[in-house]
Structures are given as C-alpha cells and as structure tokens.
C-alpha cells in the first residue's frame, strides 16, 4: 500500500510536465490564440475548445479566434460550445474559411466579432438526425422551437438581430430588415461573405469584415499580438469517454484499492486503482475541466490516508482530513470551472459532478460489500494473495512450511505468525499452513481457531472474535 501511494504520488507531479501540458506554454500575453474548428461539430471538439480557452485566459492572451470550416454536427455539442464562448473574459472572434454551416452558424453568433474569407458562407442551421435525414415533423418542431429561442438568446448577448439566429434554424420564419426581405418564409437563411458584411442602418448584418488569412483578420480588428496557432491532441475523443464513464472509473479505483489494502502484497489490484484514477485525471485535463491541482490534491489525501494506516494508527483526524481531501479533489476534477470564477462553485456548476461522485459512492459501497462477501471465498485471489504474503524474516523463513492442510482439522487452535489481510500463514502445533479469514484482519500474534478446511482452502477466525 506504502509503494501504492508513492507511486500514485510521483505520477502526479511528474504528469504535469508531458507534452499534453504544453499548449499552456506556447501561448504568451497577449497573443491571439488560433483554433481550428473543422470537420462534424461534436463533444470532442467541445473538450478541445474548452481546454485551449482556459488556457489562453490563463495566458492572458489578447483574443481567442476560432477557425472554421465545418458543415455543421451535433447541435447539443453547439449548445456547450456556445456556453463556453459566453463564459469567455476575452474578445472572440470566428473566421469563416470556408463554411459555417448549420451548428457553425450557431456557434458563430456565440463570438463577440465574426469575419469571414472572400469565398465563404455561413448559415442553414436546419436539425437533421443523425445520419443526415429529415426527422419527423412533430420533433423538428420542438427541436426547431427549443434551439432557436436558444439561439436568438446567444445573438441578442452579443449584439446581433436575434432574428437572424431564426432565420438560421426555422425555414417557416420570413427574415427582413425594414421593408428589405432578406429570406422568405419557406427557405433557411445562408448568407455569403458580400452578404454578411452588408450594413443596415450603419451596421453590418453578421460579419464584421472579409478577410483572406488570420493575419489580414489581426490586421483588420488591431489585434498587434503573436499569432499562437493551436491544434487539438488527437485525445479528446477519448476524454470525452472518460468525462462520461467517470463513475466507473472512480468505482474501479476504489475496489481495486480495497483489495490491495486488503491484500498489501497483491500489486496488480494497486497497478489497477492507480491507473483507474489516473486516467480519470487525466481524461478531465484533456477535457479542459481541471488542471493538474486536483490530482495533487488527491495524493496529498491518500499520503494523510497511508501515514494513519501505518504510522498514527487509531488518529482518526488524519484519515478523516485525508478522504476530505480526496473526494474533495474528485469533485472539484469535474467542475467546468473558468479561471476568474470565484472559487466557491455555484449551485450549477455543482450539480453535475455532484451527482457523479454520489453515483460513484453508492456503486463503490456495493461493490466493496460484494467483494468483502465474496472475495476471500474465490480461488483464484487466494493463490495470488498466499503468494505474495510470505512473512519476511530468518525465524519464520528457517520452520518448513506446508501449503497442504495435512495434519490440521476444524477445531484446531494455532497462532497467526504474520498479518492475516486476510491470508497469511498460521501455525497450529509443528505444523505451518496458508490460512485464510472470512474477511476481517488478523495481527500476528493472535490466537486463531480453525473453522474450515476445504481442499487446500484452511479458513481461520480469531478465538476471541468467535467467543472461544
């Protein structure tokens, strides 16, 4: 358990050093940070944005562009995309090259200025299903419904006709400015880049210029700072799995952890939890909601944790302050938190991974009163865990030991010569076996009573415990 924690505790600090945590340092204050924006909108892309968006507010970059050249995607993956941009502390600016259609649309009304190249067009933001075919005509209504009133919301924020968000998304809705019809009922708005940039009443209708390169757009808004160009890791898909599993993940490290406490001497229960909660750190990094603090935080906790098992065995404090801190890390791992964010959460930002961690409490409760019942019984762990209990020590080493249970019948007393977690090895009169408790944890030392013998299974309990 003591290798478990030291190892768990240099991955960690060494971690933030890998080359995943550079695109941090890449990005100087007040350097305009690039990001492409390309293919199917989905959550992968969301993971990307999210992440290169805190870090460029960390940086104190002067502006966030985004580069896009999309068809169009997920319109829930637009929706968390456009939340993020409203949360930014930064001016944001999209560059249509060459198309915004559909959720890029959308996603293009989030930004604080839009440009666009010469031959480009955005618009058309229609809810298709999956696979790209028509939905039925009851659900694309309140799809339509849903979604443009959210819409016109994000481009009333910014500035912009809330209409145009409408005219986007709902075919059914005419599209004029004064007595000029821009779209007729019947069709979906798609502008091009000329149309865009059309001024009405001195204001132009969505793009605030035409630009053919990121360094003609920098010229053309005065944005003077270097161009950080910023490209995704190729890891957010799969964080995007592990943001979404993160229950199972944290259930995983909390059993196999259990086990490896239970049997300290059985490392690949303590290789499991280890890598359980590293990837779930991990995968939150990736998905830009938590920096390498709370995976700090979290070995902190277990240290506390180890030093009462091993060191200030019965200080309560010390263990108590050592899961606090942990599942306080857990939690907070999971908290989409932008920097300048008052450092106590809201209730919203809470609630999600509030509900992770409590799901995750209740499943490692099952599972560790499942393992508890069931574990000492099954023959596989006990061969491994009896193979790695070997009491170290000349005395104990130099007395023949036996793996065979000849010799010894239920009933018979013996003394535990090393901890039983729960196997170990026991002696009852000359002869030395493998025990094995129902589940509890024995000293050495202790006065034993065997309760069982099956096979080369010996099954022991403490006389004391028994009432004998």
Known sequence: MKSLIIVL??????????????????????????????????????????????????????????????????????????????????????????????????????????YMAPVSAIGAAAPVSSDGADIAETMKTKVVSYFSGYFRSAAQAKGRNPALAEAFINKDQEFKIGNDVLKPAGSLLTLSAQEAVRKFDGKPLLADGIADSIEQLKSAAKLPGATARIEPSGFEQVAQWIT??????????????????????????????????????????????????????????????????????????????????????????????FPGDPWIPSADMLMRPAVNLAITLVLSILLIAFLARYFPSLP????????????????????PTTTSPTGVKPGDVGVALSILRPAGRAEFGSVIVDVLTEGEFLDAGTALRIIEVTGSRVVVASQISRGI
């Open 9 to 114: 505790l240099s991955s960690v600090l060494s971690v933030g050093s890998c080359k995943f945590s550079s695109a941090a340092d890449v990005i100087g204050k007040g350097d305009v940070v690039v990001v492409p924006l390309s293919g199917e909108v989905s959550a992968a892309q969301t993971a990307f944005l999210r992440r290169t968006l805190k870090q460029a507010e960390t940086a104190q970059a002067s502006a966030f562009v985004i580069e896009m050249n999309t068809p169009g995607g997920a319109l829930d993956a637009a929706v968390d995309i456009l939340q993020l941009l409203l949360k930014a502390r930064i001016p944001t600016y999209t560059w249509v090259n060459t198309n915004a259609g559909s959720a890029g649309a959308l996603i293009a009304l989030g930004t604080d200025h839009v």
């Open 380 to 399: 596989f762990f006990r061969r491994l865990l009896l193979a790695s209990n070997s009491p170290a020590g000349p005395a104990l080493n130099a007395i």
């Open 244 to 337: 979404l599993l993160a229950p199972l993940f944290l259930v995983a490290g909390i059993g196999a952890a259990y086990l490896e406490f239970k049997a300290p001497g059985f490392g690949i229960a303590g290789f499991i939890s280890l890598a359980c909660f590293a990837i779930f750190f991990f995968g939150h990094y990736i998905a830009g909601l938590t920096g390498f603090e709370s995976a700090a935080l979290f070995a902190v906790g277990a240290l506390l944790v180890a030093a009462e098992l091993f060191f200030f065995p019965g200080v309560a404090v010390v263990a108590a302050l050592g899961a606090g801190l942990m599942f306080g890390a857990l939690l907070f791992a999971m908290v989409d938190y």
